[in-house]
């Protein structure tokens, strides 16, 4: 294997693994409430967004923005869950996709009306240069957000299995009134739940505004991708987002390089597509 | 009779408004309308009455739009011959995306449809036969009449409403034909539905290939209308969004709901374009987007359940109080 190889796969499991991250808080609030959140993606690039105007105001980098970002979208994450979420859930199936639709609307273009619909991107910060082990080369800001997005990403299934929170958040999504029997309440749960899904969203936007392009749209490629990452890891398994997160880092590298760049999301969307097919409980999921 | 009557009224306004407000801008601006209303009510038949909620259907409305300018583009003919080969095109597409997906949850028919919708406009962007990013243009001086390109639009204005009325009359017969029992039915509980016997997912595909016709008709009559067609005016996302939005602000499942959400939403869009410029096109988004959070959390049956609710009580007086 040549070493140009190697380094677009190093390159791939890096980005995949803040797919992973993003990915997860989505697989998290399908698995608990059996509600997709089509403005998923949005919540990363308003993450990015976040990033980017912690910097410009107090410098920093991603060592201020992405706690900043993290806070920030958690708490998005709780409005949203008691403005919107809370009582779509319970409506039909067309109010679901439509409300979190509009929402992805609403985010895009109140970003795209505030910033316009210019590229954007990080100015030079702390976080900068490159880093040679063995031959390969890896910018720093990569390696940061491969290497914090893959602990994150552990942290949350050690949060969600072996932890009280955890097991009072599987309880609710296993039934609802057997756990309000039981002192837990619901309404608390899904709300970290949504907290705890759009912070990951969050951290993950900060640790990618250092090298991706800020954009409003970037949102719309994002979702799929943590849609695409869901279907293949099975919805509700975090371990199967971080295999499938990393896979997909991979196959869009891979494809990048081996076929074209305007290929790289083709690629992923009809990857997505055979899944739903022919495999639609994932890698790893049940139905 | 009193439908009958509303009807009649309904249909002597549609005739009379481009002749009572004739500049060309309101004129226009009807013919969007209906244009819009023709695409929101195909996307009802699967998405209001089959309960299939579909976020990809600009992909047969780009069938339309591409099969009409190609057939001048790419062979000099009217653009009219292209409307049956968007029609084949997009019911053989609404066949292969609908036969996998309609088995399996809504959501993942959603999730699918955006997917195919991505998939199509990157290929078509990068494919020079159809113009990539360019896109195709249609005849730039009428030859004949067959070639539909009008200075004003009102011609356009009642070619689309007689379509239009094609679309809901085929509509109205659905519903009251076998099909539209059964996607009552499946609407109501699909796994009820089945064990009575209802041929779901025939039935489910059945209706998303005739919505996907209508909505290529859609497509062509767009592009006819504006002379091109490029990836973001006949495949961008936005399109879809529209077209569910219409639908689902008037009432997804009404007959007259999209029309109704046409009738509101255009104008909107036009108005805070020609008042705001540029900047505009943003802001109508944040507004769209908006208006279906509203919906979907204050009133997810649509404007037009309103009235259905509050008619509800007399045409069945022994029920006291509805649940």
């Given at each position: 294997?040549?070493?140009?190889?190697?380094?677009?796969?190093?390159?791939?499991?890096?980005?995949?693994?803040?797919?992973?991250?993003?990915?997860?808080?989505?697989?998290?609030?399908?698995?608990?409430?059996?509600?997709?959140?089509?403005?998923?993606?949005?919540?990363?690039?308003?993450?990015?967004?976040?990033?980017y105007v912690v910097y410009t105001l107090m410098g920093g980098g991603p060592i201020l923005g992405a706690p900043l970002a993290t806070l920030v979208l958690a708490t998005v994450g709780v409005v949203v869950y008691f403005a919107l979420i809370r009582d779509i859930m319970k409506g039909p199936m067309l109010a679901q996709i439509l409300g979190t639709f509009g929402l992805a609307l609403l985010l895009r273009y109140s970003v795209f009306w505030w910033f316009g619909a210019n590229f954007l991107s990080m100015p030079q910060?702390?976080?900068?240069?490159t880093y040679a082990f063995a031959g390969l080369r890896i910018e720093a800001s990569r390696l940061l957000a491969g290497v914090v997005a893959l602990l994150v990403t552990l942290g949350l299934h050690l949060l969600l299995t072996r932890t009280s929170l955890g097991?009072?958040?599987?309880?609710?999504?296993?039934?609802?009134?057997?756990?309000?029997?039981?002192?837990?309440?619901?309404d608390t749960m899904q709300a970290i739940a949504w907290a705890i899904a759009a912070g990951a969203t969050g951290l993950a936007g900060a640790l990618i505004a250092n090298f991706f392009y800020i954009v409003p749209t970037v949102?719309?490629?994002?979702?799929?991708?943590?849609?695409?990452?869901?279907?293949?890891?099975?919805?509700?398994?975090?371990?199967?987002?971080?295999?499938?997160?990393?896979?997909?880092?991979?196959?869009?590298?891979?494809?990048?390089?081996?076929?074209?760049?305007?290929?790289?999301?083709?690629?992923?969307?009809?990857l997505f597509l055979l899944f739903l097919w022919f495999r639609p409980q994932g890698l790893m999921g049940k139905m | 009779m009193r439908r009958w009557i509303w009807l009649s009224v309904v249909v002597a306004i549609a005739i009379a408004y481009p002749l009572l407000l004739s500049s060309p801008f309101q004129q226009r601006l009807g013919a969007l309308?209906?244009?819009?209303?023709?695409?929101?009510?195909?996307?009802?038949?699967?998405?209001?009455?089959?309960?299939?909620?579909?976020?990809?259907?600009?992909?047969?409305?780009?069938?339309?739009?591409?099969?009409?300018?190609?057939?001048?583009?790419?062979?000099?003919?009217?653009?009219?011959?292209?409307?049956?080969?968007?029609?084949?095109?997009?019911?053989?597409?609404?066949?292969?995306?609908?036969?996998?997906?309609?088995?399996?949850?809504?959501?993942?028919?959603?999730?699918?449809?955006?997917?195919?919708?991505?998939?199509?406009?990157l290929i078509v962007t990068?494919?020079?036969?159809?113009?990539?990013?360019?896109?195709?243009?249609?005849?730039?001086?009428?030859?004949?009449i067959f070639d539909l390109s009008f200075l004003s639009s009102l011609p356009y204005y009642y070619l689309f409403l007689v379509i239009l009325a094609i679309t809901?009359?085929?509509?109205?017969?659905?519903?009251?034909?076998?099909?539209g029992f059964y996607l009552r039915a499946i609407k109501d509980s699909e796994r009820a539905a089945r064990s009575l016997g209802a041929p779901a997912s025939r039935t489910k595909l059945y209706a998303y290939m005739l919505s996907a016709a209508f909505t290529s008709v859609a497509g062509a009559l767009y592009a006819m209308m504006f002379g091109f067609v490029d990836p973001e005016s006949g495949l961008g996302i936005l399109i879809s969004v529209k077209i569910l939005i219409m639908a689902a602000l008037g009432g997804a499942g009404l007959l007259f709901g999209p029309l109704v959400g046409a009738a509101i939403l255009v104008p909107l869009e036009e108005i805070s374009n020609?008042?705001?410029?540029?900047?505009?096109?943003?802001?109508?988004?944040?507004?769209?987007?908006?208006?279906?959070?509203?919906?979907?959390?204050?009133?997810?049956g649509g404007l037009l359940s309103l009235f259905t609710r509050r008619r509800k009580p007399s045409a069945d007086p022994g029920a006291s109080h509805a649940p």
């Open positions: 294997m040549s070493f140009v190889l190697v380094q677009v796969i190093v390159g791939g499991l890096l980005l995949g693994a803040v797919y992973a991250l993003f990915s997860s808080g989505l697989t998290l609030v399908w698995g608990m409430m059996n509600i997709v959140n089509f403005a998923h993606g949005d919540f990363v690039m308003l993450g990015m967004y976040v990033a910060n702390i976080v900068g240069g097991s009072k958040m599987l309880a609710v999504a296993e039934d609802q009134t057997a756990a309000q029997l039981m002192g837990i309440r619901p949102g719309e490629t994002l979702g799929i991708v943590a849609f695409v990452t869901v279907s293949l890891g099975g919805f509700g398994s975090v371990p199967g987002a971080l295999v499938a997160g990393l896979l997909i880092g991979v196959i869009e590298s891979l494809s990048g390089y081996l076929i074209g760049a305007i290929y790289k999301d083709i690629v992923v969307y009809v | 309308v209906l244009l819009y209303a023709i695409a929101a009510s195909a996307w009802n038949i699967v998405g209001g009455y089959a309960g299939q909620v579909s976020v990809g259907h600009v992909v047969f409305f780009g069938c339309g739009a591409y099969a009409a300018m190609g057939s001048y583009a790419k062979f000099g003919l009217s653009p009219l011959f292209g409307i049956p080969g968007g029609i084949v095109i997009a019911v053989g597409l609404a066949a292969i995306i609908g036969v996998p997906t309609l088995r399996l949850s809504g959501h993942y028919f959603s999730m699918a449809t955006i997917a195919v919708a991505e998939t199509m406009r990068n494919t020079d036969w159809l113009g990539a990013a360019v896109g195709l243009s249609g005849p730039t001086v009428p030859r004949n809901l009359f085929v509509t109205w017969w659905m519903t009251n034909s076998r099909m020609s008042w705001l410029g540029g900047k505009g096109a943003g802001l109508t988004f944040v507004l769209y987007g908006a208006i279906i959070v509203l919906i979907a959390r204050f009133q997810p």
